[in-house]
């Protein structure tokens, strides 16, 4: 018995048992979602390389469902909706979320900043689906509340709005109206996690609020902005609700095969090629890996600060 329990006549209890009950809560939380991962994630991976690599019966294809895919003629014309959709989106995304979280940051103490951020949050809250919806009510200048301002615009009709050259701004604006939200709201605690020290240090050198932004705010960001950025790629490479809806509310002014992921599902279920469906899906994913493999590197995503 060591002197310091001699003293109380009480022997300590086992500090291992204390230290194991947030370590064993910690492992409860994260089995959930390990099942969920495996559930809905590694087990269609998996179902999803076996008919990659397959034919119809079953045996061994190598690449000839990779090469069918892109042979096929909507292929390049989607990959390159795609990617220009993702240049809009992206951009837009780290510009005007970072702009308005920094904003919204500066507005704290003015008592509005919490209203905004509830405002900015409503949208997240629709179903990708139903927001297409909305947008299509909105982008119809017979119906919608702002039609004078299309009107404004010159475009008298719905076809004139979805026009297809309009497509990647419109699917922009909606992917920003749903999506953005919840990144500011995510961007502005990042913000609150900046040492006051340091702003106030900035402050006091005579840092203006852009200076401060420039080189204070947004580096410390970095790392979130990297994360958005990557969920975001992902998510935007998917793209399939909004042409999906806008092809049958348009009677295929957008195209049933506008993006990758609408042409995989052309193929699974119109083409019944589920083989060749299965290989764009494979393709989307390991872009999407290889990607945040690169911003990862690039970026110290996991660097110790």
Same mark, same amino acid.
């Given at each position: 018995?060591?002197?310091?329990?001699?003293?109380?006549?009480?022997?300590?209890?086992?500090?291992?048992?204390?230290?194991?009950?947030?370590?064993?809560?910690?492992?409860?939380?994260?089995?959930?979602?390990?099942?969920?991962?495996?559930?809905?994630?590694?087990?269609?991976?998996?179902?999803?390389?076996?008919?990659?690599?397959? $034919?119809?019966?079953?045996?061994?294809?190598?690449?000839?469902?990779?090469?069918?895919?892109?042979? $096929?003629?909507?292929?390049?014309?989607?990959?390159?909706?795609?990617?220009?959709?993702?240049?809009?989106?992206?951009?837009?995304?780290?510009?005007?979320?970072?702009?308005?979280?920094?904003?919204?940051?500066?507005?704290?103490?003015?008592?509005?900043?919490?209203?905004?951020?509830?405002?900015?949050?409503?949208?997240?809250?629709?179903?990708?689906?139903?927001?297409?919806?909305?947008?299509?009510?909105?982008?119809?200048?017979?119906?919608?509340?702002?039609? *004078?301002?299309?009107?404004?615009?010159?475009?008298?009709?719905?076809?004139?709005?979805?026009?297809?050259?309009?497509?990647?701004?419109?699917?922009?604006?909606?992917?920003?109206?749903?999506?953005?939200?919840?990144?500011?709201?995510?961007?502005?605690?990042?913000?609150?996690?900046?040492?006051? $020290?340091?702003?106030?240090?900035?402050?006091? $050198?005579?840092?203006?609020?852009?200076?401060?932004?420039?080189?204070?705010?947004?580096?410390?960001?970095?790392?979130?902005?990297?994360?958005?950025?990557?969920?975001?790629?992902?998510?935007?490479?998917?793209?399939?609700?909004?042409?999906?809806?806008?092809?049958?509310?348009?009677?295929?002014?957008?195209?049933?095969?506008?993006?990758?992921?609408?042409?995989?599902?052309? *193929?699974?279920?119109?083409?019944?090629?589920?083989?060749?469906?299965?290989?764009?899906?494979?393709?989307?994913?390991?872009?999407?890996?290889?990607?945040?493999?690169?911003?990862?590197?690039?970026?110290? *995503?996991?660097?110790?600060?």
């Amino acid at each position: 018995m060591s002197a310091s329990s001699t003293r109380t006549g009480r022997a300590r209890p086992p500090i291992a048992r204390k230290a194991w009950r947030p370590v064993r809560a910690g492992h409860g939380f994260v089995a959930a979602y390990c099942v969920l991962l495996v559930a809905f994630g590694v087990v269609p991976t998996v179902y999803a390389l076996k008919f990659a690599f397959t $034919d119809a019966g079953a045996h061994f294809a190598g690449l000839s469902n990779f090469t069918s895919a892109a042979d $096929d003629f909507r292929f390049t014309p989607a990959l390159e909706h795609v990617g220009l959709y993702l240049v809009f989106w992206l951009i837009s995304l780290v510009v005007l979320v970072v702009g308005l979280s920094l904003l919204l940051h500066r507005m704290a103490a003015q008592g509005v900043s919490k209203a905004l951020r509830f405002l900015y949050y409503i949208p997240g809250a629709l179903a990708g689906a139903a927001s297409v919806m909305v947008w299509l009510f909105l982008l119809d200048p017979t119906v919608s509340p702002v039609g *004078f301002l299309l009107r404004a615009f010159g475009y008298d009709t719905f076809g004139e709005v979805i026009a297809p050259g309009h497509l990647p701004i419109l699917f922009t604006l909606i992917a920003f109206w749903t999506g953005a939200g919840g990144w500011i709201v995510v961007m502005y605690g990042a913000l609150n996690n900046i040492s006051p $020290d340091i702003l106030e240090a900035a402050r006091i $050198d005579g840092a203006g609020a852009w200076q401060t932004a420039r080189s204070i705010q947004i580096p410390l960001l970095r790392k979130w902005i990297v994360y958005m950025v990557i969920l975001a790629f992902a998510g935007g490479t998917q793209l399939f609700v909004e042409p999906q809806l806008l092809s049958q509310a348009s009677t295929g002014v957008a195209g049933r095969d506008y993006s990758l992921n609408q042409l995989s599902y052309d *193929f699974a279920f119109e083409n019944n090629n589920v083989n060749t469906a299965a290989a764009i899906s494979v393709e989307l994913l390991v872009v999407g890996l290889v990607v945040a493999g690169i911003f990862v590197a690039r970026s110290g *995503f996991f660097d110790a600060d």
